[in-house]
């Protein structure tokens, strides 16, 4: 069965390459041609080294980036990503990255999400020495992974952005330190996905979550992103019965029709007793 997308373009605006990782995984499932749309600076919506703070939230960026990169392209389908950074939610210690696809399709009035998140690089130093500069780039993976300078510290506007090479990186240390109070620098990860493959991987990863629900569709009318919009917990313990924070149930409802459907979640057998407040308080 054809998806709801075939031989249709999709506006994708982006200067950071991202229709090469989002190509591969939507193009052969769809039948659709994902159009790259330049013309626009997107760092003027917000940039990850904070000189240009970024409106809203998350999502509030990509559906922008999608709307203008249908106003720019002409077409009525516009698909847009959004990149997020902080402490991993589980400890709140680890680099975190969260990513944000959104694709906006006015044929059907409709608005799609998806997210994906893993750790992240990204990742920063305050030092005047080279020795420590040059051992933090490397345990961070530079060159592959880009990174940004500037003296003093992290608000400093006089940035070297996109180094990516061990020249590069030495000259501009020296460059950073002769100008600073201190004679420090301020480096931390390039976070454009160009300049951060481990980014640009879950972008990927995002791409694939989102073409899960692009193939959903609701049973009663065909419009695709028919997905879970709620968990119900109490899923009971396999050991003692109790109801655990686990979700028993799930909705499922239609970003176009009124179609929900309620169905049973997680494992038939029952929670595993780590999750029971009653076995593992």
Same mark, same amino acid.
């Given at each position: 069965?054809?998806?709801?997308?075939?031989?249709?373009?999709?506006?994708?605006?982006?200067?950071?390459?991202?229709?090469?990782?989002?190509?591969?995984?939507?193009?052969?499932?769809?039948?659709?041609?994902?159009?790259?749309?330049?013309?626009?600076?997107?760092?003027?919506?917000?940039?990850?080294?904070?000189?240009?703070?970024?409106?809203?939230?998350?999502?509030?960026?990509?559906?922008?980036?999608?709307?203008?990169?249908?106003?720019?392209? #002409? +077409? *009525?389908?516009?698909? @847009?990503? /959004?990149?997020? &950074?902080?402490?991993?939610?589980? !400890?709140?210690?680890?680099?975190?990255?969260?990513?944000?696809?959104?694709?906006?399709?006015?044929?059907?009035?409709?608005?799609?999400?998806?997210?994906?998140?893993?750790?992240?690089?990204?990742?920063?130093?305050?030092?005047?020495?080279?020795?420590?500069?040059?051992?933090?780039?490397?345990?961070?993976?530079?060159?592959?992974?880009?990174?940004?300078?500037?003296?003093?510290?992290?608000?400093?506007?006089?940035?070297?952005? #996109? +180094? *990516?090479?061990?020249? @590069?990186? /030495?000259?501009? &240390?020296?460059?950073?330190?002769? !100008?600073?109070?201190?004679?420090?620098?301020?480096?931390?990860?390039?976070?454009?996905?160009?300049?951060?493959?481990?980014?640009?991987?879950?972008?990927?990863?995002?791409?694939?979550?989102?073409?899960?629900?692009?193939?959903?569709?609701?049973?009663?009318?065909?419009?695709?992103?028919?997905?879970?919009?709620?968990?119900?917990?109490?899923?009971?313990?396999?050991?003692?019965?109790?109801?655990?924070?686990?979700?028993?149930?799930?909705?499922?409802?239609?970003?176009?029709?009124?179609?929900?459907?309620?169905?049973?979640?997680?494992?038939?057998?029952?929670?595993?007793?780590?999750?029971?407040?009653?076995?593992?308080?």
């Amino acid at each position: 069965m054809s998806s709801a997308y075939t031989d249709e373009r999709i506006a994708l605006l982006t200067q950071h390459g991202k229709e090469r990782v989002l190509a591969p995984v939507l193009e052969p499932a769809l039948g659709c041609t994902i159009v790259r749309v330049d013309g626009f600076d997107t760092d003027r919506l917000g940039t990850f080294t904070r000189e240009i703070p970024r409106p809203g939230s998350q999502r509030d960026a990509a559906l922008r980036k999608a709307r203008l990169g249908m106003e720019l392209s #002409g +077409l *009525a389908v516009g698909l @847009a990503s /959004e990149g997020g &950074f902080g402490p991993d939610p589980l !400890v709140g210690m680890l680099p975190w990255n969260v990513e944000m696809l959104v694709l906006v399709d006015d044929r059907l009035g409709i608005e799609i999400t998806a997210t994906f998140q893993a750790p992240a690089r990204s990742a920063h130093l305050r030092s005047a020495d080279w020795a420590e500069v040059e051992a933090f780039a490397r345990r961070e993976g530079f060159p592959e992974h880009a990174l940004v300078m500037r003296p003093q510290d992290q608000d400093d506007p006089r940035m070297h952005k #996109g +180094l *990516a090479t061990w020249p @590069a990186l /030495e000259t501009a &240390f020296h460059t950073c330190a002769a !100008v600073s109070e201190e004679a420090c620098v301020f480096v931390e990860h390039d976070l454009r996905a160009c300049a951060n493959p481990t980014r640009m991987a879950n972008i990927g990863n995002a791409a694939r979550a989102l073409l899960q629900r692009l193939t959903s569709r609701c049973p009663a009318c065909g419009t695709p992103g028919y997905w879970v919009t709620d968990r119900a917990p109490g899923l009971p313990c396999r050991e003692c019965g109790a109801p655990t924070r686990l979700p028993a149930g799930e909705t499922l409802g239609c970003l176009k029709c009124s179609h929900v459907e309620h169905r049973p979640a997680g494992d038939p057998r029952g929670a595993d007793p780590q999750h029971c407040d009653q076995c593992n308080p």
